[in-house]
C-alpha cells in the first residue's frame, strides 16, 4: 500500500488567526482515513487547501508521488480528487441526473462543434454520461429521484447526491466534508454502509466528521486538529485515550 | 387595423434582431455575473465587417444572396474572435476584482471599439447594398420582404438550436453549473474559463448574426450603431429577466413590438405633437418602469442572489 496523499508542513492564516500550523500528514492508497477536531480547529480549512479554494501560505501537497500544483480548480478534479460540501453546495436548479452527469463532463470530450453537429460520436459519448450517471444515483441509493431538481430533495438524498457527482469525476481521493452533519440515526447508519461499500471499491477516502463514533467505526487512522494543529494520529482506539485529544475536547480542567 | 399588423410584422422583425443581442449580454450576465456594454460594439464591428465582405464582392457575378451570405460567413469568425479577445484581455484579469471594476471596463472596450470602427470604416454612413429581394408580399392588408420572413425565421431557428445546446449537451450543462456556481463546477472538473470563453463566442456570434440583420434590413451601417442597438438589447435582457435566456427571447420580441407600436401610434395619441422618431423613447421608457416595479424581469427570479 502505497501513500496516495501526503501533505508536508500546510500552514494557512487569516489576518492574524492561524488557522492550519504546518500540518503535515499522509494517507494511504485505500484506507479511509479520519480528520476530526472540535469546531474551528481548521479541519475545513485543510479541504479547502488542499482543493484549492484557499492557496497555502507554506507547504504542499503531494498526490500519487507528484506534486500537486493547482491553477485552476478543475486540476484538482483532474488530479483525481473530489469532495462534498459541508454546507450542501449543489447545482440547485439542476436535475439530480445532470448534477451527476456534470461529474463527467472531466472525463469526457465533446464539445460546441459535437454539440452543434450531433454527430454519432457525440451522440454516443452523451449517452455513456447519462448511463453512467445513472448507475451513480443508483450506487448511491437516489435512482427514483433522477428527474427532480436537486433543491426538491430530502436534505439526507441530498448529500448522497454531493457524493455521487463527486464520484463521477472518477476520484482516487474522495473527500467527504461531514457528510453525517444534520443526519437522523438511519440515515447515517446507511451512509456508513456506502462509505464502506465506496471503500470495498477501492477508493480512498478522507472523512471530516463529527459523529466520534462513526468516526471510530470506520476509519482505519484518525489525525486530530485542535486550533490549527495536528495533536493526534493513530488508529482509532489509541486516539481515544490520547490525554491530548481528550483536554481537546473535554476542556483543560477535566483532563 | 392595416397600421396595426404593420406594426406587428415590424416589431417582430426588429424583435428578433433585439432577442439575438439581448441572449449576448444575458448569458455573459447569467455565467459571470457581469454587463458586457461592449457587446452592442461587437454587433457593429460585425455588421461593418460584412459590410466590407460584400461591397467586396459586390461587382462579381455571384447571385446577391449568395454574396450576402459569404459577408456573414466572414462576419461570424471576425466577431467571434473579437469575443474571445474582449474576455481574455479585459475581463479575466479582473475576475476577482470588485464587481464595479468589469463594468467600468467593459464602458471602456466599448468606447476603443467604436473608435476602432470608426478608424476602420470612416465616420459616413454606410447603404447596405440592396442585394436581397425586397418585393413585399401582401398580408391582411400589410406588407412583409422576403428579407423580413427570413430574419424572423432565422432567428427563431438560432434561438432553439441555442436552447438545445444548454440544455441538452454536455457543455450546455458545464455552462449552467458554472452560472450556477464557479467555484463548484470547477471543483467537479469543468475548466470555467474555456466555458467562459465559450459563453463569449457563442455571444459574439450571435451578435455578428444580428448585426447583418439590422443593417440589411435598415439598409444602413455605421460606426455608432451598435451604442443604441445595444443598451435597446441590454433593455430587453432587463425586461425578460438578466442571465435568464427564454426571459432574453421574450425580452426581445415584446421589446419590438412595444417600439413599433408606439411608433406607429405616438402621432395619433399626442395630435401630431410627437412623431414617429420617439420611437427610441419607449425602450427607455420601458426600461424605468421594469426597474421600478419588476426589477427580476418577467421570466427572472434569481437575482436577488447574485446582487
Known amino acids: 500500500m502505497g501513500v496516495l496523499l501526503r501533505a508536508q508542513g500546510v500552514s494557512k492564516s487569516f489576518g492574524g488567526v492561524q488557522a492550519l500550523r504546518e500540518i503535515s500528514l499522509s494517507i494511504d492508497q485505500g484506507e479511509i482515513y479520519g480528520l476530526i477536531g472540535p469546531n474551528g480547529a481548521g479541519k475545513t480549512t485543510f479541504f479547502n487547501a488542499l482543493t484549492g479554494l484557499y492557496s497555502c501560505d507554506r507547504g504542499e501537497f503531494e498526490f500519487d508521488g507528484k506534486p500537486l500544483k493547482v491553477r485552476a480548480p478543475h486540476e484538482v478534479a483532474r488530479a483525481g480528487i473530489a469532495r462534498t460540501f459541508q454546507n450542501i453546495r449543489l447545482f440547485a436548479n439542476m436535475t439530480a441526473l445532470e448534477n451527476v452527469m456534470v461529474g463527467r463532463h472531466l472525463r469526457t470530450r465533446a464539445g460546441v462543434i459535437g454539440a452543434v453537429l450531433r454527430d454519432r460520436a457525440t451522440r454516443a459519448e452523451e449517452q455513456a454520461i447519462e448511463v453512467r450517471a445513472r448507475e451513480l444515483l443508483d450506487y448511491v441509493g437516489i435512482a427514483g429521484r433522477a428527474n427532480d431538481l436537486a433543491r426538491h430533495l430530502a436534505y439526507g438524498d441530498q448529500r448522497r447526491l454531493e457524493i455521487a457527482r463527486a464520484l463521477a469525476t472518477e476520484p482516487r481521493l474522495l473527500a467527504l466534508d461531514e457528510p453525517a452533519a444534520g443526519m437522523n440515526a438511519t440515515e447515517t447508519a446507511s451512509l456508513r454502509d456506502l462509505i464502506e461499500a465506496l471503500r470495498r471499491d477501492g477508493i480512498t477516502i478522507l472523512l471530516i466528521e463529527h459523529d466520534v463514533r462513526l468516526v471510530m467505526g470506520l476509519c482505519d487512522r484518525v489525525a486530530v486538529l485542535d486550533y490549527g494543529e495536528k495533536i493526534a494520529e493513530d488508529v482509532p482506539e489509541k486516539v481515544q485515550k490520547d490525554a491530548k485529544v481528550i483536554e481537546a475536547y473535554l476542556g483543560g480542567s477535566l483532563a | ?307
Open chain 2, 1 to 307: 387595423m392595416d397600421i396595426f399588423i404593420q406594426q406587428i410584422i415590424n416589431g417582430l422583425v426588429l424583435g428578433s434582431i433585439y432577442a439575438l443581442v439581448a441572449l449576448g449580454y444575458t448569458m455573459v450576465y447569467g455565467i459571470m455575473g457581469l454587463i458586457n456594454f461592449a457587446h452592442g460594439e461587437v454587433v457593429m464591428i460585425g455588421a461593418l465587417t460584412s459590410l466590407s465582405i460584400i461591397k467586396l464582392l459586390a461587382g462579381t457575378s455571384l447571385p446577391g444572396p449568395v454574396v450576402v451570405l459569404i459577408g456573414l460567413a466572414g462576419a461570424i469568425p471576425v466577431c467571434m474572435a473579437l469575443g474571445f479577445t474582449i474576455e481574455r484581455v479585459a475581463y479575466r484579469p479582473l475576475r476577482a476584482a470588485p464587481r464595479l471594476a468589469p463594468l467600468i471596463t467593459a464602458i471602456g472596450v466599448s468606447i476603443v471599439l467604436q473608435q476602432v470602427g470608426m478608424l476602420i470604416w470612416g465616420r459616413n454612413y454606410h447603404a447596405f447594398p440592396g442585394l436581397l429581394p425586397t418585393t413585399p408580399r401582401h398580408i391582411l392588408g400589410a406588407q412583409i420582404t422576403d428579407l423580413q420572413v427570413l430574419i424572423v425565421v432565422l432567428a427563431a431557428l438560432i434561438m432553439a438550436a441555442l436552447i438545445l445546446l444548454v440544455n441538452t449537451t454536455r457543455i450546455g450543462r458545464a455552462m449552467r453549473a458554472t452560472a450556477e456556481n464557479p467555484d463548484i463546477a470547477g471543483l467537479m472538473g469543468v475548466d470555467v474559463n474555456q466555458i467562459i470563453s465559450i459563453t463569449f463566442v457563442i455571444g459574439s456570434a450571435l451578435a455578428a448574426v444580428a448585426g447583418v440583420m439590422v443593417s440589411a434590413n435598415y439598409s444602413i451601417a455605421h460606426y455608432y450603431m451598435g451604442f443604441i442597438l445595444g443598451l435597446k438589447a441590454f433593455t430587453a435582457a432587463v425586461l425578460g429577466g438578466i442571465g435568464n435566456m427564454g426571459g432574453a427571447m421574450l425580452g426581445g420580441v415584446l421589446l419590438g413590438l412595444i417600439e413599433s407600436l408606439g411608433a406607429g401610434y405616438i402621432g395619433d395619441l399626442t395630435g401630431g405633437f410627437l412623431g414617429s422618431n420617439y420611437q427610441d423613447v419607449f425602450a427607455f421608457f420601458v426600461l424605468i418602469l421594469v426597474l421600478v416595479f419588476r426589477p427580476s424581469g418577467l421570466m427572472g427570479e434569481k437575482l436577488a442572489e447574485r446582487a
